[in-house]
């Protein structure tokens, strides 16, 4: 495969992945790559809402999955993030397996730069199938225990099962708030999840409504600077960790 393929995961829902998935696709697309995001949480989607695709799409993953469409007819550009393709989870049921994602991803990634893969969250069956064929894989925590607790849950299961290495992205950082939790600072994080951290995103209102109105997310907040610096590590440059 050409293509470098991410997955996307957490232990626990809630912690901003799907919004962190739309952003870093959102970034790379930006800097003129060739970017695909697949959604695969049947039944909860947000992804659609989030890239400003919803009631653009047709056709969903599971229909290519099972064979009712070809890709391409499932693929659908995000309005408000030029180059970010886009193939929306089913609005209910579906089933995604690891047999036929391998397939589709080993087809599609020869004409893409990334192909970034959604997950539900926890270890279920969409999780499984993109641990199957990813070589890296983001996981979007927030620095609270229960989130944290998760999350080593799920790196242990990829040391483990799989060839996708874990990496700390750790989401709605308020050091004002955070410096009197129960998680004491970063590093706490890091050693609980036992994950290199390669992102840290701010707590943001304008990131939450940007994503809940499928409004483009302002150029000049921190959280789409933190994001770019994420998109540039995924691109192998050195560049500093944002925390404001």
Known sequence: MN????????GKGGTGKSTAAVYIGAQLAAMGRQVLLVEL???LRSVDIISGVYGRTVYDVEDILSGRCIPEKAVVES???PGL?????????GDVSAAPLVKLVEALSKHLDYILLDTAAGMGAPFVAAAAVSRLALLVLTPDPVALRDGRIVADWLYTHSKAVPRLVINRVDPARQYRSAVPDLDECIDTV???????IPESSELQHAAS????????????QAFHNLACRLEGQSVPLLLR
């Not at 393709?85 to 049921?93: D, H």
């Open 3 to 10: 293509g470098k393929v991410i997955m996307i995961a957490s």
């Open 194 to 200: 036992a994950a290199q951290l390669i992102a840290v």
């Open 213 to 224: 109105t499928s409004t483009p997310l302002p150029r000049s907040s921190t959280a789409w």
């Open 79 to 81: 309005p408000l993030y």
């Open 85 to 93: 393709q886009v193939i929306s989870a089913p609005y209910s049921g």
């Open 41 to 43: 949480d049947a039944g």
